[in-house]
């Protein structure tokens, strides 16, 4: 369960740090705009409060990966915090910009931390 539980929260890093790329880097170039379906004005005009909000998600990439290097007790209250920040992310985006970030960010933390949970329980 441990290690079904580290390969989850690995994806889901990874997964935070395609978005801080998308976000930071993308968002106005084609990749970025067909990935979060943006005209070309509206992508130029909110390049920076995209590029801030990739910013927080590579933190949360980071304390993915902290928790995955500390393992251990401490391991496991970092992940199990950085996840529940995720869970927290994706619920508040599927409710305010499009329900399929549910999907792409909230249901892997969910899967994540109850993976997490049942290993260390």
Request: charged share 5%.
């Given at each position: 369960m441990a290690l079904a539980a580290s390969i989850v929260i690995a994806i889901i890093a990874l997964l935070h740090l395609w978005f801080?790329?998308?976000?930071?880097f993308l968002w106005n170039r084609p990749a970025g705009r067909r990935a979060f379906g943006l005209t070309a004005e509206f992508a130029e005009q909110s390049k920076v409060l995209a590029a801030n909000q990739g910013l927080y998600n590579g933190f949360l990439a980071a304390g993915l990966v902290w928790?995955?290097?500390l393992g251990g007790a401490e391991g496991l209250h970092v992940k199990t915090f950085f996840l529940g920040c995720v869970l927290v992310a994706g619920l508040y985006g599927g409710l305010t910009a499009t329900r399929k970030v549910l999907w792409i960010q909230a249901a892997p933390a969910v899967l994540g931390?109850?993976?997490?949970?049942?290993?260390?329980?």
């Open positions: 801080l790329v998308l976000e930071m928790g995955l290097w931390l109850a993976l997490l949970l049942a290993g260390n329980a």
